[in-house]
């Protein structure tokens, strides 16, 4: 096939391709992320128990499925549900306003246990009394009545642990508590708690001053349980009242089947709703013979209890420490207990709609493992489409500064970039929605950057075609050469952007892995749009008017795409500069720290916005009467409200409720705009967070080390980590610097910073290792200059086409993409920097100390001062004749200027030294000329110089074993050829 036939069959194929990715854009909806479209997103860690001291895969698979089943039942749709790391699940709810009642759903453990009441409750004894129990209306008083929280965790901490296997659990439970205040502060499996963190911690309140004399930590021991009283759905005051329980569990709730939300249609009812169940063969025995011990106790109880007291004892239902029902058993009806072929129900003071919730939490069944909320984060559909016509106006932003840098630095190339560029965009949102990739604020972001990238590869072959025509190719053969050359740069630099997005997708949190995801994929269609569709589009043009001349393409003479400059000699300016910048981020860092988000620091941040213009000091007064007069509150300029008023309220972590309470007591006082949106994440999350940042971090550098030492050579990975860590380093001091807040998205930032840096690096290094067999006999530090000189165009043009989108996403993003952004262009900036002036100078040090350089050198310093060679003996005992009453003693040295005192001239001595017989131990080449040589005018050594003198490029666009004769242009032959046949 010929050339031009490839090139049309490819064009077909790209037209082809593009038709159909505008089909699948026109019929495909985009599937938005929370933040773009709004909703609940829940993070669970499963713990270990004693039944389970290793939460397997198995189990949290099982566990998926049965939160998945959770929401089908309630009809939330488009429910994404997946597994994160080893241990945590992340659910996400789209379309979902209400928090708690998500919580409740989706999370609870669904633990459901049957207590036998009376022989279980604990009194102030720290036993059970149920012979001291008096029952009223089936609420309970007298002296084992129901307790403030406070109170139930006295009563309950000095009762010895005891593990059984009809244990609802089998760890303690611990609390924090101010004894002066009698206020309760927390409670969790972990010692150190002083917040509330686990499914059984209860109604949160303020954070403790940490060492305070008046806060003890209480430790409720297993075989003990404390569970709030039953709450009646109807009321509308819900009841903040406790019992102690002895933790022996007659009934299980596995042992139940076939749960349904039914109506109470016994005699003399009144046909509330109820949940009715029926029980498993082991389970009917169980509960008749509970009810039959319960019933014979109540019959006992008669003679003791008096003045008309119900002598009926109870049962108790508890689920996951909340006490659902306490029905009682008529021991006159039910002497032998109630029987269990008819299953039974639960009642509570139900509606329907509550009813319907418990029935399909036990239907789905308990979960298999304990889950812990570790984070939980609400979003309003009113602020996601905020954020996501945000993010749209930043990439198209991006899309028109690129590709206006394109056409005023390119011209014809810089079209041709452009209708690649766009052919991209539609392949990439094509491939977006064909997968679905769900599209976050963090996925805009990406998808922006590889425009960035997209635009690189088009400038790098941009530049080496240019190259080729400079040096006096064709048009056509300095296109071919150009891309065949560029490719390899191309891929280096692309493959190293996809392993740090991988690393990223494998590690990060469920935000960030939508950002790797997008810039992977962008990556990969950048390849095929750059090098496939734009070689064949120019390989088409070639022969048109449109490419007749070099100047068209902004090729002008040999030397006009080179900078020339001593880049190594000036070195230690670039050393000083970056050490002056790098001492002040280190006191920055060092004198202010870094500004960690709730990302890392755990806690909970509410964004609020109110129709009218509201002071800060306003909204601490209200959050003052919640206990939170501590909270940060910071006012958000909102352009498109001018006399409303937005803040972000940062606080401790509070639960579900603290904060629906908090928004509740600010939505009263003031009217809100629009709902609010509130982020919680909990001390695990953040130090999972933290963790997997760093490893993040770790495994790219190693990933990338490697990959360098194996396309280039061990020593060009030192000089890459050297340039990363400088990267870096800047970054983290600026953000000292400036105080901005470091989340998970500066994470993704810094992480990107490496891709960028190390497309610049791959760039310089792959001419250096392109040109260091071309220059055989030239120094490493002119083999570097040249290289420099080579790409410093293509060097600048890439890194800025990268900035160009960065600074759209810092206009136009958003708050929320704004400090992603300036993440990116500190690297940015500090990459292109570290990539010319770091990473080159420093492997250029290093490889000078080869031997092979180090003679190198001292052959063009001899050469270059006019001297030859110097010759010495190998020790202080051996002697050598060299000449008429000349012997070289063992020390002395043999150079030119001895010539006239041996009677013979410079070339005649030259070869004297050169045909001089050497005994094995004797003479033997000095590695450096004699110092005290008079030196001439010529410098020591060219730096600037393409090549030695007498020394031969191995340059394909010359004849082999010259310097500077070309071979002639194919237009030069052209018009040889008619000037001959003219004659």
């Known amino acids: 096939m010929s050339e031009r036939r490839r090139n049309l069959f490819v064009l077909l194929l790209v037209l082809g391709l593009l038709i159909a990715s505008a089909v699948v854009v026109q019929t495909t909806k985009t599937k938005l992320g929370l933040d773009l479209k709004g909703g609940v997103e829940l993070v669970y860690e499963a713990k270990p128990t004693r039944a389970m001291p290793v939460p397997t895969d198995e189990a949290i698979a099982r566990a998926i499925d049965v939160m998945r089943e959770r929401t089908n039942s309630i009809g939330v749709a488009e429910t994404e549900i997946q597994r994160s790391g080893a241990r945590q699940i992340n659910v996400a709810l789209p379309s979902v306003t209400d928090l708690k009642k998500a919580i409740d759903t989706v999370g609870t453990t669904a633990q459901l246990a049957f207590y036998d009441w009376e022989v279980n409750v604990i009194g102030p004894s720290g036993k059970p009394e149920p012979e001291n129990t008096a029952v009223t209306g089936g609420r309970y008083a007298g002296s084992v009545g129901a307790l403030s929280l406070y109170d139930a965790i006295l009563r309950a901490k000095d009762r010895p642990a005891k593990v059984e296997a009809n244990n609802s659990r089998d760890d303690p439970i ?19 708690i002083a917040s509330a963190s686990e499914a059984e911690a209860l109604t949160h309140v303020p954070k403790p001053k940490q060492g305070s004399k008046d806060v003890k930590v209480y430790a409720i021991q297993p075989n003990t349980v404390i569970v709030r009283a039953e709450q009646d759905d109807k009321a509308t005051n819900k009841t903040d009242q406790w019992y102690v329980l002895q933790d022996d569990v007659a009934l299980q709730g596995k042992e139940i089947k076939s749960p349904e939300q039914d109506f109470d249609r016994s005699s003399g009812a009144a046909g509330e709703p109820v949940v009715s169940f029926k029980f498993t063969d082991k389970g009917r025995k169980i509960w008749e013979d509970v009810t039959r011990q319960i019933a014979e106790r109540g019959s006992r109880s008669v003679g003791i209890l008096s003045g008309g007291a119900n002598a009926n004892q109870h049962f108790a239902i508890v689920l996951d420490n909340e006490l659902v029902s306490s029905p009682s058993i008529d021991f006159q009806k039910y002497p032998d207990g109630i029987p269990s072929g008819n299953g039974s129900q639960i009642t509570g003071g139900f509606t329907i709609q509550t009813a319907q919730s418990l029935a399909n939490i036990l239907k789905t069944g308990a979960l298999p493992l304990k889950l812990e909320l570790i984070s939980n984060s609400l ?14 106006l930043a990439g198209i932003a991006g899309f028109v500064i690129v590709a206006l840098f394109l056409l005023v630095f390119y011209r014809v190339l810089g079209v041709v970039a452009v209708v690649a560029l766009a052919i991209y965009g539609v392949y990439f949102f094509a491939l977006i929605k064909l997968i679905p990739v769900t599209l976050t604020l963090p996925g805009i972001a990406g998808l922006i950057l590889t425009l960035g990238v997209a635009a690189d590869a088009n400038i790098v072959i941009f530049e080496r075609v240019k190259e080729e025509i400079r040096g006096g190719r064709s048009i056509m053969a300095g296109i071919a050469t150009g891309y065949k050359k560029g490719l390899t740069a191309i891929i280096d630099a692309n493959v190293v952007t996809i392993m740090v997005a991988f690393i990223l997708f494998v590690l990060a949190t469920a935000g960030v892995k939508g950002f790797a995801l997008t810039l992977g994929l962008g990556v990969i269609v950048s390849l095929f749009t750059a090098v496939v569709a734009t070689q064949a589009i120019l390989g088409t043009m070639g022969k048109s008017r449109v490419l007749n001349s070099p100047s068209a393409l902004g090729a002008g003479g040999e030397k006009s795409g080179r900078f020339r400059l001593d880049y190594m000699g000036y070195s230690k300016w670039f050393f000083s500069a970056s050490g002056v910048i790098l001492l002040v981020c280190a006191l920055a860092l060092g004198a202010k720290g870094i500004n960690f988000g709730i990302d890392f620091e755990s806690g909970t941040r509410i964004n609020i916005a109110l129709k009218q213009n509201v002071d800060e000091g306003a909204v601490r007064k209200v959050l003052a009467q919640q206990g939170l007069g501590a909270a ?48 919680s994440i909990g001390p695990t999350f953040g130090k999972t967070v933290a963790n997997s940042a760093v490893i993040a971090i770790i495994a790219s550098l190693f990933v990338i080390s ?42 993704a930032a810094l992480l990107t910073i490496l891709g960028f840096s190390l497309y610049d690096t791959i760039i310089v290094f792959d001419r250096i290792r392109e040109n260091v067999p071309r220059m055989p006999r030239a120094a490493f530090s002119q083999i570097v200059n040249r290289s420099m000189s080579d790409v410093i165009v293509r060097s600048l043009a890439t890194s800025f086409c990268s900035a160009l989108p960065v600074l759209a996403l810092l206009l136009f993003g958003g708050e929320t993409l704004r400090a992603f952004a300036f993440a990116l262009l500190v690297g940015t900036i500090s990459g292109t920097y570290s990539s010319v002036f770091i990473a080159g100078p420093v492997l250029t040090h290093w490889k000078e100390r080869e031997p092979l350089y180090r003679r190198r050198r001292a052959s063009i310093a001899a050469e270059n001062n006019g001297l030859v060679p110097a010759f010495a003996t190998g020790s202080a005992s051996e002697q050598v004749d060299v000449g008429p009453g000349r012997r070289l003693r063992g020390g002395e040295r043999l150079t030119a200027p001895d010539a006239p005192e041996l009677g013979v001239s410079r070339r005649e001595f030259d070869d004297m030294v050169r045909d001089l017989h050497v005994e094995p131990g004797s003479p033997r080449r000095a590695a450096v000329a004699e110092p005290a040589a008079p030196k001439v005018s010529k410098p020591e050594l ?24 070309k071979r002639p242009s194919s237009a030069a032959k052209r018009k040889h050829r008619r000037h001959g046949r003219s004659r």
Request: hydrophobic residues 35%.
């Open 942 to 965: 060219d730096p600037t110089a393409d090549a030695l003198p007498e020394d031969v490029v191995m340059d394909d666009r010359r004849e082999p074993g010259t310097n500077a004769k």
């Open 632 to 679: 940060k509150i910071q006012k958000v300029q909102d352009n498109k409200r001018p006399g409303a008023s937005k803040f972000q309220i940062s606080t401790d972590n509070l639960r579900p409720n603290k904060v629906a309470d908090v928004t509740e007591s600010l939505k009263k006082q003031f009217p809100f705009a629009d709902n609010p949106s509130s982020t």
């Open 174 to 192: 611990y609390y924090a508590v101010d004894t002066k205040l009698k206020t309760v502060y927390g409670g969790g499996t972990d010692k150190t």
């Open 379 to 392: 979003v309003s559909a009113t602020l996601g489409q905020q954020a996501l016509d945000q993010g749209l």
């Open 706 to 747: 490697a990959y360098i030492a194996l396309r280039f050579e061990p020593k060009y990975a030192v000089p890459v980590l050297i340039a990363v860590m400088h990267d870096i380093l800047i970054t983290a001091g600026v953000y000292a610097l400036v105080g901005a807040e470091v989340s998970t998205a500066t994470v």
